[in-house]
């Protein structure tokens, strides 16, 4: 088994979601509702009850073991147990591609104070140098400021444009496409 990551930043934990969490989970899902319904899938009301997230512990468990994705919360160090925002590092390719795609939100009450930016460092250094991934995708709705403004602190490049490439809350939506490249990057494959 994997090591359970547990990244630990200036004012953050970065974890895989355990049971003593679900209440907290739903708690961030249900306050955040309309502040992320614009940059995700429309879920069904299931997503916002404790069973739901029950199911999602084991589940997000097995999908980092089987080095398929890694999904954290952030935890506040000094409020402990509540969710400041999560990050899904998902879509894992491996072999000539050794690349993901990562998403992101933070509590709407947490905005303005550098959180995502420590948070997503973090998690990415946490990915190029433990999953040893060369490259991370991160894609944006053109308006989406505050995206891109952390994307360009964390060095990502913008990449290209892609017409209709999320449904977002029941939309198509444009996207910017950005990607970060892994400096440190290490072949481990067999000669
Ligand atoms: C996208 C999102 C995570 C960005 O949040 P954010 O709070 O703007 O980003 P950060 O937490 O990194 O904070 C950056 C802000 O804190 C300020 N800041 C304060 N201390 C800081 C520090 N130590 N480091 C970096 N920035 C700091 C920055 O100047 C910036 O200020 P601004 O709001 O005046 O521009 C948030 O808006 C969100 O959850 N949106 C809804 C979901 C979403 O759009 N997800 C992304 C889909 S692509």
Redesign the pocket.
């Known amino acids: 088994m994997r090591p359970r990551p547990e990244i630990v930043t200036e004012r953050l934990v970065l974890r895989l979601p355990e049971p003593a969490d679900v209440n907290a989970v739903v708690r961030y899902f249900v306050d955040n509702r309309a502040?992320?319904a614009?940059?995700r899938a429309r879920m069904p009301e299931s997503f916002y009850t404790p069973a739901f997230w029950v199911a999602q512990v084991p589940a997000a468990r097995a999908e980092y073991e089987g080095d398929v994705s890694l999904r954290l919360f952030a935890f506040e160090r000094e409020a402990s147990g509540r969710v400041a925002?999560n990050l899904n590092f998902t879509n894992f390719v491996r072999g000539a591609a050794q690349y993901c795609t990562v998403?992101?939100?933070?509590d709407?009450a947490?905005?303005?104070?550098?959180?995502?930016?420590?948070a997503?460092r973090g998690g990415l250094d946490f990915v190029f140098r433990e999953l040893n991934m060369h490259r991370v995708m991160?894609?944006?709705?053109p308006h989406?400021r505050?995206?891109a403004?952390?994307l360009r602190?964390l060095g990502f490049t913008v990449e290209g444009y892609a017409r209709d490439y999320l449904l977002l809350d029941g939309k198509w939506e444009d996207h910017i496409l950005t990607s970060l490249v892994n400096p440190e990057w290490r072949d481990t494959s067999v000669r």
């Not at 947490?110 to 420590?118: L, N, S, V």
């Not at 991160?138 to 709705?141: D, G, K, L």
Request: proline fraction near 0%.
């Open positions: 502040h992320l614009a940059s925002g998403g992101y939100g933070l709407r947490r905005e303005g104070r550098g959180y995502m930016t420590e997503l991160a894609n944006y709705v989406n505050r995206s403004a952390v602190r």
